[in-house]
């Protein structure tokens, strides 16, 4: 096999790469540490079936990075990381896995924590706690979504306020996309707030809530794009903005909770051509990071709620500094994130 690591775009001068196996439980682990400077790389533990080893290290690279990114600009004290395990999630979790993946964290001694990720739950970080502290987010407490949601709902308030110069929600339309832990809280906020719901899902029961709690108007799944919208809220899968997806919607304002929502770099700026408001992804989700860091640092849970709201006048000063350089809100958030973290 010819060598790639290096030469691969998502390889952005990562600190490590870590590929860790243990033969008697299985594990095989990828564990990519991007960036430190700010202090401990954090990122959740992945567990997916890749079609290969390959398409396992550039998840890694690509997550890793994008953490380093989100944890700067959310003005986190830790840098940048992510874990993935190969292995189907459904058949292949043993506690030994997980302790095996446990006892590679700990020869690294600190440089990078982990966390509950797709395919992994706070049972199995719990078994990798057996093996090392270098571990967060663990148990029911440590549910991150009501906090990645509270995030959101701050982060449309600061949109709406700089694109539509309204300090309310009252009477917007929201067409909101994936009803899960995050998108759900995050309606309830939008509709206590007075937004009117326009909700798509591919599960019939949250579809049901969503009428009878919220008042919600369902469209079918591939609707959602075209609804006449004063926001798309992106909550359920990534790259939903992409060539298709662009021409189709109306919404002046895209702040959802999903990540990459961005198909390809380049459709930010044509966001910003069309004249809709993207709010960042990596800001505007990171409320579920910031209850996991503080979580892991112990400090008090009474400052976690003020630290998510602080999401809203980071996203005002991208949306500004982007109006006055007319550059896409996306490369802004990136820049932010950099002057951080290479600084
Ligand atoms: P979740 O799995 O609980 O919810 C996803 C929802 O999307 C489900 O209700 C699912 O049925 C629905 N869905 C799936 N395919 C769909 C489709 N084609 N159209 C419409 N709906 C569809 O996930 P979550 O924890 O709520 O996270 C939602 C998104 O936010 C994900 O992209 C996740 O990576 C991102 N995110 C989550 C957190 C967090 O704290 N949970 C933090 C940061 C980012």
Known sequence: ?????????????????????????????????????????????????????????????????????????????????????????KTDKTPALFEALGEALERLGGRYVTAEDVGTSPADMAHVARRTSFVAGLGDSGDPSPFTALGCFVGAQAAVRHHLKRDSLE?????????????????RRLRQAGARLVVADIDQGALERARSELSAEVVPVDSIYDVEADIYAPCALGATLNEDTLGRLRAKIVAGAANNQLATPDIGDKLRQRGILY??????????????????FQKPDSEIEGHVCRIADTLTEVFQRADREQLPTSVVADRVAESRFKA
């Not at 299985?26 to 079936?49: D, F, S, V």
């Not at 009477?171 to 309606?187: E, M, P, R, S, T």
Request: hydrophobic letters at 45%; aromatic letters at 10%; glycine letters at 12%.
């Open 171 to 187: 009477g917007l339309i929201v067409a909101l996309q994936g009803l899960g832990h995050v998108g759900f809280d995050y309606a």
């Open 279 to 296: 709010a960042p992804d990596f800001v505007i989700n990171a409320g579920g990071i910031i209850k996991v860091c503080y979580e892991y």
């Open 1 to 89: 096999m010819t060598a790639f690591v290096f030469s691969d775009i998502n390889y952005d001068a990562h600190e490590q790469v870590v590929f860790a196996s243990e033969p008697r439980s299985g594990l095989k682990a990828i564990i990519a540490i991007h960036n430190t400077h700010l202090g401990p790389a954090m990122g959740g533990c992945r567990m997916w079936e890749y079609v290969n080893e390959r398409a396992a290290l550039v998840d890694a690279l690509r997550l890793s990075r994008g953490m380093t990114y989100k944890n700067a600009v959310a003005g986190l004290p830790i840098g940048g990381g992510k874990t993935v395990i190969l292995g189907n999630p």
